[in-house]
Nanobody, 123 residues
Framework: VQLQAFGGGLVQAGDSLRLSCAAS????????MGWFRQAPGKEREFVAT????????YYAISVEGRFTISRDNAKSTVYLQMNSLKPEDTAVYYC?????????????????WGQGTKVTVSS
């Protein structure tokens, strides 16, 4: 599976942004998908994950209520809708695919990674 994330940009605090991650390959619908982010000088951290069916989602506490992960298996795409953005959301955002069944917040369980898309939130 090859993943390509896009949709990042420079926005102001309080704005919204939607990230997309397009996947190639025939089995996208069988992958758990996740979004992670990495701010300068910090480790990569979990943001959100969604089950292959889309029925189960899980969020980091820092984004819960502001971010929404969703997927369209027919388009082999996963989305991250980000609302009420804060300067601390500034990071490079990565999408990832996991071949296991259960949703996961751990980066090491993910098998494939996109190249990342940069989000900058100004105050």
């Amino acid at each position: 599976v090859q993943l390509q994330a896009f949709g990042g940009g420079l926005v102001q605090a309080g704005d919204s942004l939607r990230l997309s991650c397009a996947a190639s390959g025939r089995t996208f619908s069988r992958y758990v998908m996740g979004w992670f982010r990495q701010a300068p000088g910090k480790e990569r951290e979990f943001v959100a994950t969604i089950s292959w069916s889309g029925l189960s989602t899980y969020y980091a506490i820092s984004v819960e209520g502001r971010f929404t992960i969703s997927r369209d298996n027919a388009k082999s795409t996963v989305y991250l809708q980000m609302n009420s953005l804060k300067p601390e959301d500034t990071a490079v955002y990565y999408c990832a695919a996991d071949r296991t069944v259960a949703v996961s917040t751990t980066p090491t369980t993910y098998d494939y990674w996109g190249q990342g898309t940069k989000v900058t939130v100004s105050s």
